[in-house]
């Protein structure tokens, strides 16, 4: 922006997009206004300037849309947290945005119409199990503001597990940043990160910031698999996810006993695990991490299923052609920034028969799939999970068949 402190100016609110609610300015330019919705006119100041857009926050609104709501979080307000985009819409209009969303980025990237349909699924407050936390000055527990370093001290969060009440009332100073989980069994922990001129060093500690044990790890049950979650493994935030995708994959994958699966970005083995009882001991399933933290808790996950391996790569072209032969089902459930076009391309040209894309992010996942979609196969199923309520994020599962 520049050095006037405060632009304002009023918008009316077109469409749901990415970032805000979007609009135009008096002089023509386009603008993303967070805090709004469709239909909206607001008082939005302006806090971002790029050549073709503006960024924006609802600061009064003059004309409220019905699906207006208080929200359940003080802190969800116009220029304090940014964890959450969409407190104030109620829950249609919530499920309204992401479907928008998701169906306009297959549209414009990957050149597909689809209707989406969004899946509710449980509880939206306290329902997230991780939430890393930036740490004032002052050793508080806050988030940041939306596209800003500054540090929003909170004493509570909506959606956060109960169990983290007591590390808002604890004292972190000197760390730099502070997960707390309470993922499956045990007792909840916070995963404490300390940067160094020689890099990160990390602890486990209680929610008090008490040191506990190093080998200190969760234990989650999903369907018939128990699953070994360390301190610096992924995991997903919300409570219902891991159980809802993996039965999403799992119907998605249509896998029968004895085939071969090969599951990309396989983590501690979540989807790994549930694939290799369902093609049995005559099936075959590799699984391809290259975090040491998660291979190592997958290799402990696979128990005695012999057929399910787990390799120490990384996610490349020439891991793909090792590893997928012609007529496998492939399962991938890439980082928000997507496999990309070496990946996608390798993967295209093994030619599985089916593949299962699991993603966070409706953009890169529209761009990859435009790429499989370019090469020869067709999305077949999209399915479309609330497992972020109160924010403009979803949880896609897309299936991909070859065409015959």
Known sequence: MNDDPEVMCDVRVERPATGGGV?????????FVRNSL???LVRAKIFEQTSSFLRASAVEILEASEQRVTPPCPYARPELCGGCDLQHASALAQESWKST??????????KIEVAVTIEATTRAQGSRTRLR???TEDGRLGLRQYRSHEIVPLSSCWIAHESFAVAFETNWAGADEVELRAIGDGEAFAVVRHDTDDGALFEVTTLRGEPLDSSTHSTVSVG???????PLSFWQSHESAPETLVAAVLAGAKVQPGDRVVDLYSGVGLFAVALADAVGRTGKVTAIENSEFSVRDAIKNAGDRRHLIVR????TPRAINDAVQKDDVVVLDPPRSGAGKAVMNALTRRAPRRIVYVSCDAATFARDIGI???SGYRLTSLR????FPMTEHVELVGVLDITP
């Open 23 to 31: 609009g135009r300015v008096p002089a023509g330019q386009v603008v």
């Open 312 to 315: 120490d790569w990384a996610v």
């Open 133 to 135: 936390c930036a740490v």
């Open 384 to 387: 479309a999970f609330d497992l």
């Open 38 to 40: 469709p239909g909206e």
């Open 101 to 110: 969303i998701v169906a306009e980025h297959l549209r414009r990237i990957a």
């Open 372 to 374: 499989a979609v370019t």
């Open 224 to 230: 018939a698999g128990r699953y070994r979650v360390g």
